[in-house]
């Protein structure tokens, strides 16, 4: 599957910003999809993940309450609506699909074996 993130840009400090990443080419509707950052010198880091259905969300303690993680799976699509942005929310963002079955939401990025290109976000204060 290929992913395709859009929707970074440069933002104030407690503004708001929607990021997309569209599939194609793969099964999107069975696959749980991510949200991954990376901040300059800083390891990938989990953000957000969704299973396939929608249903059921996880989100990393920092975005837990700012953050929401969405999907459209008639449009191959998922989101990551971001409020209350902050400086240190600043990093490349990444989407990733985990293609394995499993029941539970998984964190790690050697977990998710299609990522998607990124998009930066900037947060100004």
């Known amino acids: 599957v290929q992913l395709q993130a859009s929707g970074g840009g440069l933002v104030q400090a407690g503004g708001s910003l929607r990021l997309s990443c569209a599939a194609s080419?793969?099964?999107?509707?069975?696959?749980?999809m991510g949200w991954f950052r990376q901040a300059p010198e800083k390891e990938r880091e989990f953000v957000s993940a969704?299973?396939?259905?929608?249903?059921?969300?996880l989100y990393a303690d920092s975005v837990e309450g700012r953050f929401t993680i969405s999907r459209d799976n008639a449009k191959d699509t998922v989101y990551l609506q971001m409020n209350s942005l902050k400086p240190e929310d600043t990093a490349v963002y990444y989407c990733?699909?985990?293609?394995?079955?499993?029941?539970?939401?998984?964190?790690?990025?050697?977990?998710?074996?299609?990522w998607g290109q990124g998009t930066q976000l900037t947060v100004s204060s």
């Open positions: 080419g793969g099964s999107f509707r069975r696959y749980h």
């Open positions: 990733a699909a985990d293609r394995t079955w499993t029941r539970h939401l998984r964190i790690e990025t050697s977990e998710y074996d299609s």
């Open positions: 969704i299973n396939w259905s929608g249903g059921t969300t």
